[in-house]
């Protein structure tokens, strides 16, 4: 960029940096802002009618970013996919939009330990994000469920977590649970995977520290957030696509 616009490598820099810090501070309470009771209902009511999976509240998953090798940080950065990365952990509704989101953790660090270690989880404990009160399952008269996040197998399975069935021995009833969280838990992969479609710093290892390279997530994630609620241009294609992924990945999940 500093060739393009003929400006130091050090005021690009700040430019950049105070850019995504201006971002992040003017426009997360207009596209991020911090979930109320009807906003909880209203994300449990998208999930119902695209996925069929009542009381859902979101879709949970982490999405590895390519980094540089930080100096002087040993292995914290070195994934299991062999490459240095920070960690963008995301709760996600049925538009693809990012509800909560928990950026910068190490690479090395599973989605498991991001998560539990992360300031969602504590506000989920002391009920500090306004959740509705459990209530009763669609075409059921039982004892009214709590509301959930959906995710992967990856995740610790908790009151405000519910993961798939394990892949053995399961019965009709428990292969269409898994066939439905999985309706449900590919709508934050699919957000993931728009990312670099529109941001194309993604598509190579970000070249700054871990600090500025947060700045940037940071800001791409309410930006993806803006064009989601300005933009349902590709709203059809995105929900074929998910179809399609979700039935390929039967064998995967039972």
């Given amino acids: 960029m500093h060739f393009e616009f003929l400006l130091g490598i050090s005021t ?15 426009l997360r309470e207009a596209v991020m802002p911090t979930p109320k009771a009807e906003d909880w209902l209203r994300i449990t009511e998208g999930f119902y009618q695209s996925a069929q999976f009542p009381n859902c509240i979101g879709a949970l998953d982490g999405k590895h970013i390519r980094v540089n090798k930080p100096a002087h940080s040993g292995s914290r950065y070195f994934n299991y996919k062999h490459y240095f990365s920070v960690v963008l952990m995301a709760l ?17 660090s599973s989605d498991s330990r991001i998560f539990s270690a992360s300031r969602m989880v504590d506000r989920l404990r002391d009920n500090q994000l ?9 075409g059921s008269a039982g004892l ?18 519910m993961r798939p069935f394990p892949r053995r021995n399961l019965d009709d ?18 957000a993931f995977g ?39 241009s590709s709203d059809a294609d995105i929900d074929q696509n998910i179809t399609s992924s979700v039935i390929f990945d039967q064998s995967r999940t039972g």
């Fill in 173 to 190: 009833r428990k292969r269409v649970f898994n066939y439905r969280l999985t309706c449900a838990r590919r709508y934050v992969e699919c």
């Fill in 194 to 232: 728009i990312l670099p479609t529109k941001w194309r710093v993604f598509l190579s290892s970000i070249q700054m520290n871990p600090d500025n390279a947060t700045l940037v997530i940071q800001a791409c994630v309410l930006l993806h957030n803006f064009t989601r609620i300005n933009d349902a």
């Fill in 130 to 138: 306004a959740l509705p009160e459990p209530r009763r399952l669609p």
């Fill in 144 to 161: 009214p469920s709590p509301f959930v996040i959906v995710a992967d197998e990856g995740f610790a399975f908790a009151a405000y977590v």
């Fill in 12 to 26: 690009i820099s700040g430019i950049v940096c105070h850019a995504c810090k201006v971002i992040w501070q003017h």
């Fill in 92 to 108: 996600a509704d049925s538009n693809y939009r990012f509800v909560i989101v928990d950026i910068g953790a190490y690479g090395s």
